[in-house]
């Protein structure tokens, strides 16, 4: 019973900026890895950026030096601040987060239900 709720998505201008965010909620022993994916009209979904639960982080090279993600562990919240946005970042934005929902249970995969994400003039 893990749901993952989205928001922060829109249109903006080229060069604009917006910031995503995650909260998950229901039942939730512990969180590891949380992370932003994307999938733009006939293209593979891709991981955008990832976060352990430690804080270590990994981007996909076409967004460094833009977008910064972040989470806080006492919200069960993952953010995505996207800077210097681009027309190529056009695309549905999926939350994931790798989920134990108790402590003798698995690991498990757990996505939000996207949000779309339109960068034009």
């Known amino acids: 019973q893990v749901q993952l709720v989205e928001s922060g998505g829109g249109l903006v201008q080229p060069g604009g900026s917006l910031r995503l965010s995650c909260a998950a909620s229901g039942s939730i022993f512990s969180i590891y890895t949380m992370g932003w994916y994307r999938q733009a009209p006939g293209k593979q979904r891709e991981l955008v950026a990832g976060?352990?639960?430690?804080?270590?982080?990994n981007y996909v090279s076409s967004v460094k030096g833009r977008f910064t993600i972040s989470r806080d562990n006492a919200k069960n919240t993952v953010y995505l601040q996207m800077n210097n946005l681009k027309p190529e970042d056009t695309a549905v934005y999926y939350c994931?987060?790798?989920?134990?929902?108790?402590?003798?249970?698995?690991?498990?995969?757990?996505w939000g239900q996207g949000t779309q994400v339109t960068v034009s003039s």
């Open positions: 976060i352990a639960s430690g804080g270590n982080t």
């Open positions: 994931n987060a790798d989920i134990r929902t108790r402590l003798t249970g698995p690991r498990n995969d757990y």
